[in-house]
């Protein structure tokens, strides 16, 4: 995963990110932590976001009093979420591993061993950055840890950063001269930090071969094109062939089935990555990470179809395909629903597609089941109300945006959505007062949003 900088990301999460700042400022970390979690749903490749999420979860610990005891009783809570990671990680699934270690990290977000098993997660999702990231900052709170700083030396090497291991393992010989393992880091990383230098005219210069510089050079040559992050076709075959013969290898391993298709599918063989992600599920089956990227792949290969369909100018190819989108996206969402039903972001997803599809009813009860969801509450109880404003309930519309715009202190765009179908739904019952209240508070805050600046001045005429 290749970082993306603040200049990088939409300018929409920019604008959050700055506001999560200001609120960590003004010290409130909840909803600090709350506004950098959005960042990160959005682009997850957001590192600098995953930093200040950190810190303001560190932040927030420290203001409730992280003492001794309270750590204590947070470990012996959050202690059956550790075992179900690890054994999540240990049967290949590293994603939910992923997703409890991230929960449990929100409580305790200096816990050395939940650092340690998101790192592991991480990495084994080939988020090498995020791991490295992970690693780095329980680094600044354990800096003589033996087992933390040695796990960090190899994500050096294994992400390419030879300095920075050769530095650290220079350091971990201080603290442990006599440790072979230690000593044997430290040569391998001057070696290939000899090597990073000046490649095959240094080693040349001091009579080595390639091989006395890096045992493997079949690995080495692995892991730089796994670096890359535009990949030629070569490189996409030689790291294809090599998975498979992992997969031949170790065929229980689910990540190397996400790897292959990853690959597939970034080469847009999608009949492939889909067969892939098929036999995946074989593998792990019921996994709901697995269902979805299975219908992400689907998803994709129509797009590339509606894609060539337009640039071949064939209009009524692109409509029928098109339509056959739109019937597979419903349909596979609500067989999802089926056998996921305690999934709350599939609920809200369904929610909004019934929303979508007018079938107002069931799309209510999908979103006051998704409103226990903290990331999808406020979005659920807004289509909730707007259900209800097509059935004509008004008092209950203005009830659940109440709710949901009390609950949001920036005025973001879900909160501009919000006062405006208050604003809107006043006017339908002739509160025009009370609309104008809510269009001004946008007014104030985005003249363009909408048709906000006629909405005001009708109010004044």
């Not at 300018?11 to 909840?30: H, S, V």
């Not at 970034?266 to 892939?276: L, N, P, R, S």
């Amino acid at each position: 995963m290749t970082e993306e900088t603040v200049e990088e990301v939409p300018q929409k999460i920019q604008d959050l990110f700055n506001k999560a700042l200001g609120t960590l400022e003004r010290g409130n970390p909840d909803y600090a932590i709350s506004q950098f979690s959005t960042c990160l749903q959005a682009e997850p490749a957001f590192f600098k976001a995953r930093k200040f999420l950190w810190a303001a979860r560190i932040q927030r610990m420290k203001k409730k009093g992280g003492g001794k005891l309270q750590q204590q009783l947070a470990t012996l809570k959050n202690a059956p979420k550790y075992m179900l990671a690890m054994l999540f990680l240990s049967s290949g699934k590293s994603e939910k591993a992923f997703q409890i270690a991230d929960a449990i990290l929100n409580d305790q977000p200096l816990d050395l061993k939940t650092i340690t098993l998101f790192a592991q997660s991480a990495e084994n999702m080939e988020w090498l950055d995020v791991a490295v990231q992970a690693m780095e900052i329980g680094r600044e709170h354990y800096p003589d840890n033996v087992p933390l700083l040695k796990a960090l030396g190899q994500l050096y090497l294994k992400s390419g950063e030879t300095k920075k291991a050769r530095a650290l393992f220079e350091h971990l010989g201080n603290i442990r001269p006599k440790d072979p393992e230690v000593l044997k880091a430290i040569k391998d990383a001057m070696a290939l930090d000899s090597m990073s230098k000046d490649g095959w005219t240094e080693a040349a210069e001091k009579g080595q071969s390639f091989r006395e510089i890096i045992r493997d050079a079949g690995e080495a040559a692995l892991l730089d094109k796994q670096a890359k992050s535009v990949k030629s076709e070569k490189d996409t075959d030689a790291l294809i062939s090599e998975t498979l013969a992992k997969i031949e290898t170790e065929p229980g391993n689910v990540n190397y089935y996400r790897a292959l298709a990853r690959l597939y599918l970034g080469a847009k063989d999608f009949d492939q990555g889909i067969a892939t992600l098929q036999k995946a599920l074989t593998v792990s089956p019921g996994d709901p990470e697995l269902d979805q990227a299975l219908s992400t792949a689907t998803l994709q290969k129509f797009d590339h179809e509606i894609a060539r369909l337009k640039e071949s100018g064939d209009e009524a190819g692109v409509a029928q395909k098109t339509q056959e989108r739109t019937a597979y996206a419903f349909e596979n969402l609500q067989d999802r629903v089926q056998r996921y039903p305690n999934d709350l972001k599939l609920r809200y997803e369904w929610g909004y597609a019934l929303f979508e599809n007018d079938y107002i009813d069931e799309a209510i009860q999908e979103f006051q089941r998704s409103q226990r969801s903290p990331q999808h509450r406020q979005k659920s109880l807004y289509y909730m109300a707007r259900c209800f404003r097509q059935k004509k309930q008004y008092d209950l519309a203005i009830d659940q945006l109440t709710l949901a715009a009390s609950e949001i202190e920036a005025m973001d765009a879900t909160k501009k959505n919000i006062l405006y179908e208050l604003g809107e739904i006043c006017e339908l019952i002739e509160k025009r007062e009370d609309a104008a209240k809510f269009y001004k508070q946008i007014y104030q805050v985005d003249i363009g949003f909408r048709d906000i600046r006629s909405k005001v001045e009708n109010v004044y005429g």
